[in-house]
């Protein structure tokens, strides 16, 4: 075989090569950013609407799926201004603790956005955030369903 023959072979696989490479290039993104969905169902204390001052918005369960596979009890803490309602959502899950801070907009355009603010055990140095997909809060139980990212990776499991 010359060294033309050669060559060809090498030149029609080089498409190949790049689409392998950059296949793998979104699990190297991955590795850094993971993703997390958080679903909640809970019972809402009867005054829920108008506490503003931190008081127990509400108890119930939560369950991770994503990066994380976790369920545990939940409470809910509600504090409110004339712009704004926090939702602070602590989950005891069975390999730790994690507390989300979550922020509803009440004036103007724009969804709720969480953070993740602390967690203890094997999420002590979980950082994450993301956006409320379903915040239904007026059926019985509730439900609210978190979606995002976390990371790193590899103090997850």
């Known amino acids: 075989m010359s060294k033309r023959n050669m060559v ?3 030149a029609a696989a080089a498409p190949a090569v790049a689409v392998l490479i950059s296949a793998c290039a979104p699990a190297a993104q991955n590795a850094m950013h ?7 169902t809970e019972t809402l ?7 503003t001052s931190g008081g127990v918005a ?10 994380l596979h976790d369920s545990g009890p939940t409470t809910d803490y509600r504090t409110a201004s004339p712009t ?3 939702i602070r959502r602590v989950v005891t899950f069975a390999k730790g603790t994690i507390t989300f801070v979550i922020t509803i907009p009440q004036v103007g355009a724009g969804g709720e956005r969480w953070t993740i603010t602390s967690g203890t055990k094997a999420y ?11 915040d239904d809060w007026v059926d019985s139980p509730a439900t609210f369903v978190l979606k995002g990212t976390v990371s790193p990776a590899r103090t997850l499991n």
């Open 124 to 134: 002590a140095k979980l950082h994450g955030r993301g956006y409320g997909a379903v």
């Open 84 to 86: 704004t309602i926090i």
């Open 8 to 10: 060809l072979p090498l």
């Open 45 to 51: 204390s009867p005054q829920n609407s108008a506490l």
């Open 58 to 67: 509400g108890t119930g369960h939560c369950t991770m799926t994503g990066v």
């Open 34 to 40: 993971s993703n997390l969905t958080v679903w909640c």
